[in-house]
């Protein structure tokens, strides 16, 4: 049987456009073929459990990878249904035919089609991207078939005839051209199927066959490692021999040959996402976590996802923990389909804030586009995405619910992942808007309602909050003394956050605890004291202004309850807010020296007093700089500039007091 002829196109000079712009990765020709031969597996295993064909006892059927660098070549290997020539003729040289389709649409009545990966004709082309030419060797498993070889070069026109195979099943064989020799090394091979076929569902085995060159290196070592053992022993027996002791001689035993390794797969045929919540341990969702994202972390805990309604999905998401405020929160979901790996974090599927997640989904449902590598835009992929969002969501207010205490232990590392999804999904933050929970001063943690309870007395609708705990120490302090409490917000999603919150409570207001001193910091001062003040706040900021040459600087005289505290720096929210705002889009300008800041005096401290009454001595302007730094360092960092001077005046000061 011999034939010839050109390919049916449908439009013309599509088979350039195709081979070179299929699929953006060119290795993704693996997962093509491989699918392509589960799938011919997987249809035979079909029509056994049909009565259609009998697999014989004790044979596997499994995917055979083969890559040869010596040949350049790359050999896919299945002992599934195999083709014959007409199904040669209408699945491959007809493209886009489908045969996965055809297959499910003549057994549809008797058969689940949810094992059968393949949804398009094309996956064989990629083989075109790295290879000049193609050959197939198909034996069907119909009985009388003819096994058939195809061959083609570049892909626009082919050629058939028999082919020499006896096994059923298919044998796809890629002599790849220059640019891609790297596909047939071992280890880009080894890493290309391990990214793409770790859980396909059908045995994957790989073997590498290596140049002579190689091989020779390899011998050469073995022959090596072999010598250098032997001069050891024989080195042993002189030592021994020199030193008197009796050297046993060596009987030479029979070689005993050892059995060969039975090859092992390649891939996990029934992935844990694959199984039921109840047939899996905690040991394995864990070991699951490390294998497959290579972090050596615990993960805090994960949600299995188990849908067969009313479409099928299945997954698993982990909540990793976040051990510094450094600690990247760029998480990896990787999205499957019928256990094939199509791509990692598809936005259309996975909603955004749950990328800060690791995990893996598997939906057979997905409308994919023609290289199984994205999504076409569909409703249906929405559907998906808001179960998504609700089950994780059931998860969280469940945990706050029934283990509040295991909530709050993982609340300060799952708390960036529910902030940002409350930022950027309403329904999402209607769910949670009564689990968010917030850890105060003394590490308890409390709900809005019952911080704005706490405060409700001294400061109404006002929530006090701490972004470093190490700068804003003497702040800190401050509000444990006078018994008011604050919450902290170390995050970067928190200042985002805390201004939806007072959108949704337009009565709330979030005040940074050094923002401002309210009056709870202050003695109570007469009307007579309070002119004094003014007076005293008059006698300073004029000080200060010529000291510091800073006449934008704020200053005010209080008579502070803390008696300890000669000055401390305020900034004002808005003021604070908005310098945060330009320093996030790059802008500069907006720093230490702003109209917004404040230096508060404590007129109870005696070195404040020494300053006032001391105004005309030419040495109070060292105390008004030394004072200023002083508030500036309790607020913060100073400048390295700024940081050489008062080390340099505190020691000037210390010697004039050592005098």
């Not at 299929?22 to 073929?33: A, G, N, P, Q, V």
């Not at 405060?455 to 804003?472: A, I, P, R, S």
């Not at 705002?581 to 907006?590: E, N, P």
């Amino acid at each position: 049987m011999n034939k010839e002829g050109s390919l049916s196109i449908n439009s013309e000079n599509i088979f350039p456009i195709i081979k070179k712009w299929l699929y953006s990765d060119h290795d993704i020709f693996f997962r093509e073929l491989v699918s392509n031969g589960c799938d011919a597996v997987t249809k035979l295993k079909k029509l056994d459990m049909i009565g259609e064909y009998t697999i014989p006892e004790g044979k596997e059927l499994c995917v055979k990878v083969t890559a040869d660098a010596e040949t350049k070549t790359i050999t896919f290997t299945d002992n599934g249904i195999g083709m014959d020539a007409n199904e040669i003729d209408q699945y491959i040289n007809q493209i886009a035919f489908s045969g996965a389709r055809d297959f499910l649409d003549k057994y549809k009545d008797k058969t689940n089609d949810d094992q059968i990966i393949g949804h398009f004709g094309l996956g064989f082309y990629s083989a075109f991207m790295v290879a000049d030419r193609v050959t197939i060797d198909s034996l069907s498993y119909k009985e009388g078939a003819k096994a058939v070889h195809w061959e083609s070069d570049e892909g626009t026109s082919f050629e058939m005839t028999d082919s020499a195979k006896t096994e059923i099943g298919t044998t796809i064989t890629l002599y790849l051209n220059e640019d891609s020799y790297e596909f047939c090394n071992e280890y880009r091979a080894k890493e290309i199927l391990d990214k793409y076929c770790s859980f396909m569902p059908i045995p994957i085995y790989f073997e590498a066959i290596k140049t002579a060159e190689e091989q020779a290196r390899i011998d050469e070592a073995e022959k090596k490692a072999k010598e250098e053992e032997e001069k050891r022993k024989a080195e042993e027996a002189a030592k021994k021999a020199a030193d008197g002791e009796a050297v046993e001689a060596e009987t030479e035993a029979e070689p005993v040959e050892k059995a060969p390794e039975a090859p092992k797969p390649i891939n996990e045929t029934t992935p844990l996402w694959a199984k039921h919540p109840n047939e899996c341990t905690d040991e394995e969702y864990k070991e699951f976590y490390h294998r497959v994202f290579h972090d050596y972390k615990e993960p805090l805990f994960w949600i299995h996802l188990n849908m067969d309604y009313p479409f099928n999905l299945k997954g698993i998401l982990y909540f990793p923990k976040i051990n510094t405020e450094y600690d990247s929160i760029e998480g990896t979901i990787k999205l499957y389909n019928n256990q094939v790996f199509v791509a990692d974090n598809i936005k259309e599927v996975i909603p955004e804030f749950l990328m800060l997640l690791k995990g893996v989904i598997d939906c057979p449902d997905l409308p994919l586009n023609v290289s199984r590598s994205a999504l076409q835009n569909d409703g249906f992929v929405k559907k998906i995405s808001d179960y998504i969002t609700k089950k994780v969501a059931d998860r969280l207010t469940g945990m706050c619910k029934t283990k509040r205490e295991d909530y709050e232990k993982f609340w300060d590392d799952i708390n960036p992942f529910i902030k940002f999804g409350v930022l950027k999904d309403e329904k999402f933050a209607e769910k949670m808007n009564d689990y968010i929970i917030f850890k105060d001063l003394n590490g308890k943690y409390l709900t809005l309602p019952d911080i704005l309870k706490e405060n409700e007395e001294k400061h109404k609708n006002q929530v006090f909050y701490v972004t470093d705990e190490k700068e804003q120490s003497q702040y800190i302090e401050m509000f444990k003394k006078e018994g008011i409490n604050a919450v902290l917000l170390k995050h970067n999603i928190d200042a985002p956050f805390i201004t939806r919150l007072e959108q949704k409570n337009p009565d709330v207001k979030f005040v940074r605890i050094d923002s401002d001193l309210t009056d709870s910091f202050k003695e109570e001062t007469s009307d007579e004291e309070k002119e004094t003040l003014k007076k005293d706040s008059e006698s300073l900021t004029a000080l200060f202004h010529k000291a510091l040459n800073n006449d934008k600087l704020t200053v005010k005289a209080e008579k502070l309850k803390d008696a300890s505290m000669a000055c401390v720096m305020t900034l004002s929210e808005e003021g604070r807010r908005m310098q945060e705002m330009m320093k996030m889009y790059g802008m500069s300008g907006m720093d230490f020296g702003t109209p917004d800041e404040t230096l508060v005096l404590n007129l109870t401290h005696p070195l404040v007093q020494y300053v006032l009454a001391h105004a005309e001595d030419e040495s109070v302007t060292k105390y008004c700089e030394q004072l200023y730094d002083l508030a500036a360092l309790a607020h913060g960092t100073l400048s390295p500039d700024r940081m050489s001077k008062f080390i340099a005046r505190s020691n000037e000061i210390m010697m004039e007091i050592a005098k």
